[in-house]
């Protein structure tokens, strides 16, 4: 009987024991809040936040306008287009009379164009002459005497030189002035005059933007075949340059 009441002392004991360590331990929240780090960048900012107040005198903000690509692209497209226009040219023409012939024609056929003028190069020669006589009876006495004494030398008979002698047309100085002093031996008051020889030719250029639907064709009618002039294109900003 003595062991039974022990046995019931230690286990009351040994269950208050249990009691009293578990209301111990702290229940843990599950609303209990940890801090976070703080959010790295700008902070997003709600539109009404954005918007001022009822009784605010400034202006809400402004709003953002996003364009469109394909406006973007046909803007480009434009400027491209503008940068590449092209202008079509019939030359060259070796007569100055015969380009503008051809723009008088097209502006018949209601076609605007323009006459350019290209200087290829241009040589500085030397001429070997005597000065014009007073008379054409003259001048021949002259070149009979020169031609006796195996002078090469010929009558100019037309122009500002008209009855003068030319003895030779040099592209060195230096030839000239050889034959300026053989002359001068022989007892002719020869002189030396430079002579500027510029080689030039003509091209019709038509800028864009007219109505020349059947333009080609036009030139094709205007234009003499096997003549050596050539119909092309071109950009308008590389014949800007040659003028």
């Known amino acids: 009987m003595r062991w039974i009441v022990f046995s019931l002392l230690v286990l009351n004991v040994a269950y208050f024991g249990w009691e009293y360590s578990r209301s111990a331990v702290p229940a843990v929240s599950s609303a209990q809040e940890y801090p ?3 959010v790295q960048g700008d902070r997003l900012v709600l539109l009404t936040e954005r ?3 009822a009784t605010s005198s400034a202006p ?3 709003p953002v306008i996003i364009q469109e690509p394909g406006a973007v692209h046909r803007e480009l497209d434009k400027v491209e287009i503008k940068k590449e226009a ?3 040219s019939v030359g060259p023409y070796q007569q100055e009379a015969n380009g503008r012939m051809l723009v008088k024609n097209l502006l018949t056929e209601g076609i605007a164009s323009e006459l350019e003028e290209l200087e290829l190069s241009r040589d500085t020669q030397y001429w070997v002459l005597l000065a014009p006589a007073s008379t054409r009876r003259e001048a021949m006495q002259t070149l009979k005497n020169l031609q006796a004494k195996k002078i090469d030398s ?3 008979s037309t122009g500002e030189l008209r009855n003068a002698i030319s003895l030779g047309l040099f592209n060195k100085e230096r030839s000239a002035r050889g034959v300026l002093a053989s002359v001068k031996e022989a007892g002719f008051p020869a002189e030396l005059r430079q002579k500027e020889s ?3 030719e003509f091209w019709v250029r038509i800028p864009p933007g007219q109505p020349v639907e059947n333009l080609e064709k036009t030139l094709e009618t205007l ?3 096997g003549s050596g002039i050539k119909i092309s294109k071109a950009a308008c900003e590389m014949f800007a340059q040659t003028k």
Do not use: F, G, K, T
């Open 223 to 225: 234009v003499v075949q």
């Open 60 to 62: 809400p903000p402004a």
């Open 154 to 156: 010929y009558l100019v």
């Open 86 to 88: 092209l202008c079509v």
């Open 36 to 38: 976070l780090p703080p």
């Open 198 to 200: 510029v080689e030039s």
């Open 51 to 53: 918007l001022p107040a």
